[in-house]
């Protein structure tokens, strides 16, 4: 098999190098090449100097037969992706009369003005197929030079991701001869890497060439992903879905699922097999829990809402902590995690519930409870299970990784129930 195409995603702005704007844009792209058979072989940024692009462009094209290009495409004299690109192509600017009208409708749509800046968005290299954004207002840009294809698309993530569904990938698969790429991935938690790794290792080593395990950690969860790549999708399917099964039994004491999804999800689906709710009270997580549960469409189904009890007032006032409790035990306590988990199955009404408190850091920690001490409880009607947890890292991880280590406890404490 002789079909890799392999790419390179060049990112334009100053604001990535410094830091002030994160690059999701390459990730997403990188996500969807990969899905239909397309290696990206690198991902670089560079700054709004025009030879640097036209030098990054150039150097790529050795050995890249892809190279997707987003940013500089405003309206700004700091957009020099247009003009780079005309140099490095021959080519001259024209107006494009789709694109043009298409601007002109989103400004009557918003009945805002159209100046003579606006309308240099539907200005496009003469020689480039012109990709039309459904999204905003500057197009698209497709080009073939030797051998290589340049797709040059707007840095708005937004539209970018539109321009990507939309149009490029359908014209990718399309213009390229691609090979099937099938990836499987299990979900673990409650072994590190190293010791998975160790479990794993003769079943790693007999692996096929175009077979590949990857380790993905990532707040206390390792995913195993296989990748197999091939001609024909009925064989790799067949092929990755053994080995896959033979992969799971060797560490299935650990396998919370056996698809890519988030731990909320795994938790939301429990719920939703039973038709249960859930809600949170939290204080150390500041509505961490409630965000992670929220972010997945359809949350209503099994989560109705967080009271977030910060101070020790709201924890007495809306959840009827006693005040002895945290006068005598501390608001970080299992006792007060105890009666927060009471107050909010009572004010949600919920089959289930989570509560937190502990010190985030950087500040607040004592001798017997310094920074990264935490409380976590769950609970149903019948009962409830409490744990302290102790985390070494800065304010935000502390909260990431205690809002994780909750759901799940409660994902394990609802499949308790089930059995």
Not at 194 to 202: G, K, P, Q, Y
Not at 388 to 399: L, S, Y
Request: aromatic share 6%.
């Amino acid at each position: 098999m002789n079909n890799q195409v392999n790419a390179s995603i060049i990112t334009i702005g100053d604001e990535l190098l410094i830091g002030q704007t994160i690059d999701t844009n390459s990730a997403f792209i990188a996500t969807e090449l990969n899905k239909i058979g397309i290696w990206v072989k690198r991902r670089i940024a560079v700054g709004d100097v025009k030879e640097e692009i036209l030098e990054a462009m150039k150097l790529q094209s050795k050995d890249c037969q892809l190279i997707i290009i987003t940013g500089g495409l405003g309206p700004t004299a700091d957009d020099i992706t247009k003009p780079s690109l005309c140099e490095y192509f021959g080519s001259k600017i024209i107006i494009d009369e789709e694109a043009l009208q298409n601007v002109k409708n989103i400004f009557a749509k918003l009945n805002r003005p159209l100046i003579e800046r606006n309308l240099k968005q539907a200005e496009v290299p003469d020689n480039c197929t012109v990709l039309q954004n459904g999204r905003g207002t500057a197009p698209g840009m497709w080009f073939e030079k030797s051998g290589v294809v340049y797709v040059s698309l707007p840095g708005v993530p937004n539209e970018m991701i539109g321009l990507i569904e939309n149009n490029v990938l359908p014209k990718l698969k399309e213009y390229f001869v691609l090979p099937v790429i099938i990836h499987k991935t299990l979900f673990t938690m409650g072994q590190g890497e190293s010791m998975i790794a160790d479990t794993l290792e003769n079943f790693e080593k007999k692996l096929p060439a175009h077979i590949k395990l990857a380790y993905l950690p990532n707040y206390g969860a390792v995913k195993l992903r296989l990748t197999a790549k091939g001609e024909k999708a009925e064989t790799v399917q067949k092929e990755i879905e053994d080995l896959f099964a033979k992969m799971k039994s060797l560490v299935k004491e650990w396998v919370v699922a056996d698809e890519d999804v988030t731990l909320q999800e795994v938790v939301a689906t429990l719920l939703d097999k039973h038709k249960l709710f859930v809600g949170t009270a939290e204080s150390c997580t500041g509505g961490y829990l409630a965000h992670l549960f929220t972010s997945r469409a359809g949350s209503s189904s099994s989560f109705k809402g967080s009271v977030v009890c910060y101070a020790n007032e709201a924890k007495e006032n809306v959840l009827g902590v006693q005040h002895s409790t945290i006068v005598t035990k501390g608001a970080v306590s299992e006792e007060t995690v105890k009666e927060m988990l009471t107050g909010v199955i009572g004010v949600m009404n919920v089959d289930y519930a989570i509560a937190t408190s502990g010190i985030m850091g950087p500040d607040g920690g004592t001798q017997q409870k310094p920074v990264g001490t935490v409380w976590i409880g769950v609970a149903n009607r019948k009962k409830m299970k409490t744990s302290q947890h102790f985390f070494r890292f800065d304010r935000k991880r502390n909260i990431e990784l205690t809002a994780n280590m909750a759901l799940n406890i409660l994902r394990k404490f609802i499949s308790e129930e089930e059995r």
